[in-house]
């Protein structure tokens, strides 16, 4: 089975800073790539996917993500983040031809006014 | 139309009640999903449906039961709840479990409280 590892739980930072977050999976196959906001009190939302093509994708509010096999990661990066990104992010992985959806277990960012 | 509805809200029941959770999907998706969340946890997979069949399920305990009653619908039947039980329970769908770009869309959920 497959399984997504995020590290840094707990990340605090300022308005206006760079943010990555990272996502590593563990699946010899070929994969689709998610990640998932939740902000305070609602619902997951969609930030970006990855199914094919390039490798470099572009979400919702300014995020993108950048899918690298050889690493089997799927990082998340925002250059300028602002105090509405207050959320907890969640990477998600499935293969292809599977509706298995493995979750990480989050990062929980807390930007600072 | 994108979206996967529940309903309720938030529900609030004792040990010894018994409720139901209701989804909805109109985007004729033909796989239908429920999820557990416990504060700062990931979503838990609980149950699969599949062309209105039940195609997995998680282990989860008997006082949780689901129905899918069409494809646009699925229930889940809660009796005799621990406190435990208490998270919140996400509904999602998705085109088909074995299609290659499989995206599951995902309701806001309902947030349940047992006492």
């Known amino acids: 089975a497959q399984s997504v590892s995020q590290h840094n739980h707990h990340v605090i930072l300022s308005e206006a800073a760079s943010l990555e977050l990272g996502c590593n999976y563990s699946y010899g196959g070929t994969v689709n790539l998610f990640w998932y906001v939740q902000y305070p009190g609602q619902h997951l939302q969609l930030l970006l996917k990855?199914?094919?093509?390039?490798?470099l994708v572009k979400g919702i509010k300014g995020f993108e993500a950048e899918f690298i096999k050889s690493k089997f990661s799927f990082n998340l990066r925002k250059p300028s983040v602002q105090w509405s990104d207050t959320a907890e992010y969640f990477c998600a992985v499935t293969p292809y031809g599977n509706n298995r959806l493995a979750f990480g277990k989050g990062n929980q960012v807390v930007v600072i006014p | 139309d994108t979206e996967v509805t529940q309903t309720p809200k938030h529900l609030v029941m004792g040990m010894t009640n018994k409720k139901s959770l209701k989804c909805e999907q109109h985007m004729g998706h033909r796989a239908m999903y429920w999820y557990k969340q416990k504060a700062k946890k990931p979503p838990e997979l609980m149950f699969v449906y599949s062309y209105e069949k039940l195609s997995i399920n998680e282990s989860v305990p008997s006082r949780f039961s689901p129905e899918c009653p069409n494809s646009s619908l699925l229930n889940l039947h809660l009796h005799a709840l621990q406190p435990e039980d208490s998270a919140l329970y996400l509904c999602?769908?998705?085109?088909?479990?074995?299609?290659?770009?499989?995206?599951?869309?995902f309701g806001p959920g309902t947030r349940l409280t047992v006492l």
């Open positions: 999602a769908s998705s085109q088909d479990v074995l299609a290659n770009y499989n995206e599951q869309f």
């Open positions: 990855y199914f094919s093509g390039d490798p």
